[in-house]
C-alpha cells in the first residue's frame, strides 16, 4: 500500500525522527519545491512539463502526442518524503504507438543486477519497459483496501506490475479503459468481433447482486458497474466461493479444519472481443477472515494463443486454467465442475 493515507507502520530512524525531522534538525532541509508540496498517495495525471517528476526529465517524452500519462508516487508517508527526493516510483505512458512504463531503481534492482550491470547503469536512475500495442496480452487490476496493483501483460517478455493507492481506483481504471482502446481497437470496417468462441453460450442475465450470496455483494457489484457501462458485456459463468479439501492425509485434513482453504468466487463474462474475469486477488485464500479484496482481467480473445487445464495439486474439486497469450500465462483456479471451467477451457474449441 501506499503511505499518506492510512499504509501502517512506516519505519524510523533511531532516536525515534523521521528522515524529515532529522533534516531540518540538522540545517540541512533542501528547499521545498512544487512536487513536494502536493506529494500524497495518489496517482496524478502529467499534462505538462513541469509535472514531470524531474527523475525521469531527461526521457524522450511527447506529450503532446501521447494520449494519458501518469506519475505513480512512492510506497512512503508523507512526513517521511523531503524535497530532493526521488518521489515517484513510475511513470506511465500511452505513447503514440506504444505503452511505456518508467520504473525508479532501488538498491535492491541494483543487486538483482550485480555491480557490473549497476555501473553501466550509471547515469539515469530509472529502467524503461515499451511494450507496442499489438503486443499487450492482458491487463489486470486488484485493490485490497489501499493496497491497488496494476498489471500489464505482454505477448513477448515479461509483464509490467505496478502498485498504487487504492484511493486512486477511478485514475488506474480510466488507464485501463485508454490502454484497451488503443492497444486492441474496435474495428472501424468488418466485423468488430471476427473470431467469438463465446458465441454459443448463452448469459446469465443481469445478475441480481445477492446471486452468489450475501458476501459476494460487492463481486457481483464491480462486475454489474462495468457492465452497465460496457452494454455488450455479458455474464457467461458465475460461481459461489468453495471451501476445498486437500490432497494429503491426516495431518493436511487437521490442518484444514482449522484453516479451511477457500477457492473464490468468480464472475467470467464477455462481449465477443474481450473476455473479464471478475473475482478476488487471491484466487484460494485460507482462514475464516472475510475477503475484500477485487480483482478484474481483461484478455482480447484474438491474442489468446493457447488454453490448458490441469488439476490443482494441493486441493481436490479444483481446477486451474491457463489462459496464453504469447509468453503470458494466467492461471485461474476455479471450481473443477463449474460453469467457469467449462466456458474458460472450451475458448479455443
Known amino acids: 500500500m501506499l503511505g499518506g493515507a492510512g499504509a501502517g507502520p512506516v519505519r524510523e530512524e533511531a532516536g525515534g525522527m523521521d528522515a524529515a525531522t532529522r533534516r531540518r534538525d540538522d540545517g540541512g532541509a533542501a528547499p521545498s519545491t512544487p512536487e513536494y508540496d502536493a ?45 530532493d527526493m526521488d518521489l515517484y516510483d513510475h511513470l506511465l505512458v500511452l505513447g503514440p504507438d506504444r ?4 520504473s525508479r531503481r532501488t538498491a535492491g534492482d541494483a543487486a538483482r543486477r550485480g555491480a557490473r550491470a549497476a555501473r553501466r547503469a550509471e547515469g539515469r536512475g530509472y529502467d524503461v519497459r515499451e511494450v507496442p500495442y ?56 468488418g466485423d468488430p468481433a471476427p473470431r467469438d468462441p463465446t458465441a454459443g453460450l448463452p448469459g446469465l442475465g443481469r445478475l441480481d447482486r445477492r446471486a452468489l450470496g450475501e458476501k459476494e455483494i460487492g463481486l457481483v457489484s464491480a462486475y454489474r458497474e462495468v457492465a452497465d457501462r460496457e452494454r455488450g458485456l455479458k455474464a457467461l459463468a ?60 481483461v484478455l482480447p480473445l484474438e491474442r489468446l494463443t493457447g488454453v490448458g487445464a490441469r488439476p490443482h495439486p494441493g486441493y481436490r474439486d479444483v481446477t486451474v486454467v491457463t489462459l496464453r497469450a504469447g509468453d503470458a500465462a494466467l492461471d485461474l483456479p476455479v471450481p473443477a465442475d463449474s460453469d467457469a471451467a467449462r466456458v474458460l477451457t472450451g475458448l479455443l474449441g
Do not use: N
Not at 270 to 283: I, K, P, T
Open 238 to 297: 458465475a460461481h459461489r466461493r468453495r471451501v476445498v479439501q486437500p490432497v494429503g492425509g491426516g495431518l493436511s485434513r487437521a490442518i484444514h479444519l482449522l484453516h479451511p482453504m477457500t477457492v473464490q468466487a468468480a464472475v467470467v463474462a464477455s462481449d465477443g472481443r474481450e473476455l473479464q474475469v471478475f473475482g478476488r486477488r487471491d484466487w484460494l485464500a485460507r482462514g475464516r477472515t472475510p475477503v475484500h479484496s477485487e480483482s478484474r482481467l
Open 99 to 102: 505503452f511505456t512504463a518508467l
Open 39 to 83: 506529494f500524497g498517495p495518489w496517482v496524478d495525471p502529467v499534462r505538462t512539463a513541469e509535472e514531470v517528476p524531474p527523475l525521469y526529465r531527461d526521457h524522450p517524452l511527447d506529450l503532446a502526442a501521447s494520449r494519458l500519462v501518469l506519475k505513480v508516487p512512492r510506497d512512503i508517508a508523507r512526513r517521511d518524503a523531503t524535497p
Open 134 to 189: 499489438d503486443q499487450v496480452a492482458a491487463v489486470g487490476t486488484s485493490i485490497d483496501l489501499l493496497d491497488g496493483r496494476l498489471d500489464v501483460h505482454a505477448l513477448a517478455g515479461a509483464s509490467v506490475r505496478v502498485r498504487f493507492s487504492g484511493s486512486s481506483a477511478d485514475v488506474v481504471e480510466g488507464f485501463v479503459d485508454a490502454l484497451r482502446s488503443l492497444a486492441w481497437p474496435v474495428p472501424t470496417t
